[in-house]
């Protein structure tokens, strides 16, 4: 018995998407790489938002069967509302995966974690073969962490250890992420908390250097992926 609540298809981007026009070709040529049979690691952000669209239109309009793995709880209920089929990591490994970032640098590091599922969405970068970054033109900075701060998960107890270390690893600044509508700090899927942490000069090892400090779960920086860029 299906529930008659249709609440799921209600599903939208919260806010406005920028250049969607450019991010919309972006997920029409990402589509297009799509082929029955695929299982496919379902990346978060704006232009994922709009590449799930242009994935499902495929599908109906072709007939596919393919799967999803999202990296969101969001994804998945986008997901849900367009009948696209999703599996967990546990039954089913990613082919490919595809998947947003808020910088990009010459070196083709990343910075991702704006909407707080950088776990996940590394998780499942690193066990697809390929991984396409859609990024529109705004994405491409001269050196990382030029526009965006790094995000870093860590556990709400190692707080203040975390922010030691990340200050005497170079840190210029970090801030805690601050929930909007509700009152404190952002909590993530795993029910961390996120810094969001500046360092002006930032060097290969950065993000094992990161990760090394006991406390932290995950960081936005992604250094040596296999990544394939896509612009429209």
Same mark, same amino acid.
């Given at each position: 018995?299906?529930?008659?609540?249709?609440?799921?298809?209600?599903?939208?981007?919260?806010?406005?998407?920028?250049?969607?026009?450019?991010?919309?070709?972006?997920?029409?040529?990402?589509?297009?790489?799509?082929?029955?049979? +695929?299982?496919?690691?379902?990346?978060?952000?704006?232009?994922?938002?709009?590449?799930?669209?242009?994935? %499902?239109?495929?599908?109906?309009?072709?007939?596919?069967?393919?799967?999803?793995?999202?990296?969101?709880?969001?994804?998945?209920? #986008?997901?849900?509302?367009?009948?696209?089929? *999703?599996?967990?990591?546990?039954?089913?490994?990613?082919?490919?995966?595809?998947?947003?970032?808020?910088? *990009?640098?010459?070196?083709?590091?990343?910075?991702?974690?704006?909407?707080?599922?950088?776990?996940?969405?590394?998780?499942?970068?690193?066990? %697809?073969?390929?991984?396409?970054?859609?990024?529109?033109?705004?994405?491409?900075?001269?050196?990382?962490?030029?526009?965006?701060?790094?995000?870093?998960?860590?556990?709400?107890?190692?707080?203040?250890? *975390?922010?030691?270390? #990340?200050?005497?690893?170079?840190?210029?600044?970090?801030?805690?992420?601050?929930?909007?509508?509700? +009152?404190?700090?952002? =909590?993530?899927?795993?029910?961390?908390?996120?810094?969001?942490?500046?360092?002006?000069?930032?060097?290969?090892?950065?993000?094992?250097?990161?990760?090394?400090? *006991?406390?932290? =779960?995950?960081?936005? #920086?992604?250094?040596?992926?296999?990544?394939?860029?896509?612009?429209?």
């Amino acid at each position: 018995m299906d529930w008659e609540n249709k609440v799921l298809q209600e599903v939208k981007w919260n806010g406005e998407i920028s250049n969607r026009e450019e991010k919309e070709k972006i997920a029409l040529k990402l589509a297009e790489k799509v082929k029955n049979g +695929d299982v496919i690691g379902f990346g978060s952000g704006s232009t994922s938002f709009l590449a799930v669209h242009a994935i %499902a239109q495929k599908i109906k309009k072709e007939n596919l069967n393919i799967v999803a793995i999202p990296t969101s709880k969001e994804i998945e209920m #986008l997901c849900n509302s367009l009948d696209i089929k *999703v599996e967990s990591l546990n039954k089913k490994k990613p082919d490919w995966s595809f998947d947003g970032a808020d910088e *990009v640098s010459p070196e083709n590091w990343l910075i991702k974690g704006r909407g707080g599922a950088m776990f996940r969405e590394k998780i499942i970068m690193s066990c %697809a073969k390929e991984t396409y970054i859609l990024v529109d033109d705004s994405k491409f900075v001269n050196k990382i962490c030029e526009k965006f701060p790094i995000p870093v998960e860590c556990l709400p107890d190692a707080l203040f250890l *975390v922010k030691e270390k #990340l200050f005497e690893l170079g840190a210029d600044t970090i801030e805690l992420r601050l929930a909007k509508g509700k +009152d404190g700090p952002i =909590i993530t899927e795993n029910g961390n908390y996120i810094l969001d942490v500046i360092f002006t000069n930032v060097t290969e090892g950065l993000e094992k250097k990161l990760k090394s400090i *006991v406390g932290v =779960i995950e960081t936005g #920086l992604f250094m040596g992926y296999n990544i394939t860029i896509m612009k429209s």
